[in-house]
């Protein structure tokens, strides 16, 4: 079992940055190739960003392209979404994700493993 602990969201103002953080416990963190997803009301829930569980190989949706890092620590078991220039549309609450060794499978959306998600809230 993997657990997953989100954190970092809030409220912040158009244009404004938030750091998500993703605290991974119960299995070797390195293993797992990691992800974030993200669901708006009334919306299905969209793939955001990807990780390899190296760290060398990294995807991003469209939409935050340009704007977005994901990063990992694995010796810190923590992986991290920086969002910057962020737009009302990336109003959402964001999951993370992991799967192990299966990257296309993460960024499918069916990664083994989800965290109870962070609630990010862009105003203008």
């Known amino acids: 079992q993997v657990q997953l602990a989100e954190s970092g969201g809030g409220l912040v103002q158009a244009g404004g940055s938030l750091r998500l953080s993703c605290a991974a416990s119960g299995r070797t963190f390195s293993n797992y190739d990691m992800g974030w997803f993200r669901q708006a009301p009334g919306k299905e829930r969209e793939f955001v960003a990807a990780i390899s569980w190296s760290g060398d190989n990294k995807y991003y949706a469209h939409s935050v392209k340009g704007r977005s890092t994901i990063d990992r620590d694995n010796a810190k078991n923590t992986v991290y979404l920086q969002m910057n220039s962020l737009k009302p549309e990336d109003t959402a609450v964001y999951y993370c994700?992991?799967?192990?060794?299966?990257?296309?499978?993460?960024?499918?959306?069916?990664?083994?493993?989800w965290g109870q998600g962070t609630q990010v809230t862009v105003t203008t």
């Open positions: 994700s992991a799967e192990e060794d299966k990257l296309q499978t993460l960024i499918a959306g069916h990664g083994h493993y």
